[in-house]
């Protein structure tokens, strides 16, 4: 029997039954995908984690998590620490081990995460604006390409801050930012995220406000303590939500800086000795900063994925085989119920072994498109593996 | 079942004759090699197909023997015209084109050319059979063997069918034997056996 022939026979019986045979065909094809898609998933998540982990040297943040601690600073996820005072960055600062970056995190604007920072951290992840330019003045912002994309923002625009609780009038209050630059895309959480002055960030944890002059009357009130007489404005003055060129010189700092919060501080060593030094000093239980190796936190973070895809793989192989025995059920019935089918080919001429190959190449045929299908998922899940990744996680 | 001689000449065309489950499709079945006697042998030109291997005796079947089936044996997922080139695809000598040719001149006499690329299903009990008809002749066998060929056939293409067996087998020196109840048309064939003549066992093999 002819090669050619035994294909068109055989194609011609799977394409008169398009039902089973897709079925057959997606069955199988799941049962093939999920295993390797999911390993494929972990391991394009542990490379993802473990570069940015290892672009970042070394994290100095309040002590707990050093897992939540890093992955605030790396994927901006809700911070669950304490703040960092900041007279602990100035100190940090002061002992010269390296190059330090701010990190405050802790703000939204809609669902993409405000991170108060320094331009070095531009620096530091290799990010560049591609369109317009950095913050230069209060209350701008330079925003990640995916966000600008999605929410069809360009320099020039403005965004506003999310209140974290609309009734604690003492709290977080919106600011309407001004849009200076889009940073090119780098495919990591920072292509979603707003960048922000340190001290911008602060205005919005209200820290930091801005108002018209108490030049008003109406806005003066005559209050009188122990110490005598003094003037207090009242709930009349006018507070800017956004920072201008006209109010920037409106807008004042309250208590003391040493105070004011941070999410953690990214610690560049100037060299090995810096970075030895640093983890001796963070190192010491006594001081109430921790320092974490952001690799190593990911490493731990990594074996917790790894339990779990043990685990993932070892059901999904289970169950694979109870699809593929599934399969092997239905082809084994379908043969049964074209017997007949058979037997005419037997008895007008076919050998047994010319029967064998149509039914061999209608099984091949379909595990052939099953496996071409399942690759295509691979594929597609190892190029989108890192955007699902960055997304899950942030 | 028990023939002690039976001989059809080529070109002879031979009505196979008797009541329902004396054996007449199992004899076609053993003339075909498709079930082997227990003994004696059954001769072809020149060849014992009882003493053919499986795989031997399939080839030979496929190149030698037509064979027109009570049931059509029609396969369902193929058209009319891949049916008729069936023989092709399962391997036999003749080239393709040849076998398309004969093919679509067979359903065109039998009229059911317009149905070439139509699936069995679509077509009427006589339309299948004729289609049937038309795999069997396509390969020109050397031996026709035809288990009521026109069972459901109406009188007019019941007529045509026969003719055309007969031409074929007359004008290609085949061997034709037909098994059938319809005793208005067995006149036509030269020779006519009742098979419990034939059989000499005198068992009935089906209730």
């Not at chain 1, 001796?280 to 109430?288: E, K, L, M, R």
Request: one cysteine or more; proline letters at 4%.
């Amino acid at each position: 029997m002819r090669s050619s022939s035994i294909v068109y026979l055989s194609w011609k019986a799977l394409r008169y039954r398009p039902l089973r045979s897709l079925l057959l065909i997606g069955t199988i094809a799941l049962t093939l995908y999920f295993p390797r898609a999911l390993q494929e998933f972990i391991n394009r998540s542990e490379e993802v984690l473990s570069a940015r982990a290892r672009s970042t040297p070394l994290l100095i943040g309040p002590r707990g998590s050093s897992i939540d601690l890093t992955l605030n600073a790396l994927y901006f996820t809700s911070q669950e620490l304490p703040a960092l005072r900041y007279s602990s960055y100035e100190a940090l600062s002061q002992k010269n081990y390296g190059k330090t970056i701010p990190i405050y995190s802790r703000f939204l604007a809609g669902q993409s995460p405000l991170v108060g920072t320094s331009l070095a951290y531009f620096k530091l992840r290799g990010l560049t604006v591609s369109t317009g330019r950095t913050m230069t003045r209060l209350g701008d912002c330079v925003i990640g390409a995916n966000l600008a994309q999605n929410e069809n923002l360009q320099p020039g625009d403005t965004i506003t801050s999310s209140p974290e609780n609309i009734f604690d009038l003492a709290g977080v209050y919106p600011l309407r930012m001004r849009i200076t630059g889009i940073l090119a895309p780098n495919r990591t959480p920072d292509d979603d995220a707003i960048f922000v002055d340190l001290k911008s960030a602060w205005i919005i944890e209200g820290l930091a406000h801005g108002h018209e002059e108490l030049s008003r009357s109406e806005t003066l009130e005559l209050q009188r303590d122990s110490k005598g007489e003094f003037l207090r404005a009242n709930a009349s003055v006018i507070e800017f939500n956004e920072v201008t060129d006209t109010n920037v010189g409106d807008f004042h700092f309250h208590g003391d800086r040493g105070n004011y919060p941070l999410s953690s501080v990214i610690l560049v060593p100037h060299n090995q000795k810096q970075r030895a030094l640093a983890l001796a000093h963070y190192g010491d239980p006594v001081t109430a900063e921790q320092i974490v190796i952001p690799a190593v936190a990911v490493e731990q973070l990594a074996k917790t994925l790894f339990a779990t895809q043990r685990l993932a793989f070892t059901a999904f192989t289970l169950l694979g085989i109870a699809a593929l025995a599934l399969a092997l059920m239905v082809f084994l019935l379908s043969f049964r119920l074209r017997e007949r089918e058979m037997l005419t080919y037997s008895k007008i001429g076919a050998t047994g072994r010319a029967v064998a190959c149509l039914q061999g190449v209608e099984v091949l045929v379909i595990i052939a498109a099953a496996t071409i299908l399942a690759q295509a998922g691979i594929v597609l899940t190892r190029s989108a593996a890192q955007d699902i990744f960055t997304r899950l996680i942030s | 079942m028990l023939i002690p001689e039976f001989r059809c000449e080529a070109g002879q065309t031979i009505a196979l004759v008797g009541p329902s489950g004396c054996g007449k499709s199992t004899f076609l079945n053993l003339i075909a090699g498709i079930i082997r006697p227990s003994t004696g042998s059954i001769f072809i030109d020149e060849t014992d197909v009882t003493t053919l291997k499986r795989s031997a005796s399939a080839a030979f079947r496929l190149s030698r023997i037509g064979l027109i089936f009570q049931e059509f044996e029609l396969i369902e997922h193929l058209s009319v015209g891949d049916n008729i080139l069936l023989p092709y695809h399962l391997g036999t000598d003749t080239t393709r084109s040849v076998i398309e040719k004969r093919g679509r001149d067979l359903a065109s006499h039998l009229g059911i050319l317009p149905y070439w690329d139509t699936l069995p299903s679509a077509l009427s009990h006589g339309e299948r059979q004729r289609a049937a008809i038309a795999r069997a002749l396509s390969t020109r066998p050397r031996l026709l063997l035809a288990d009521e060929p026109t069972g459901n056939l109406d009188p007019e293409n019941k007529r045509k069918a026969l003719d055309l067996m007969h031409l074929t087998a007359k004008e290609h020196d085949q061997g034709l034997l037909v098994v059938t109840h319809d005793l208005e048309l067995i006149d036509s064939f030269d020779t006519i056996i009742h098979f419990e003549e034939l059989n000499q066992s005198g068992k009935q093999l089906m209730p």
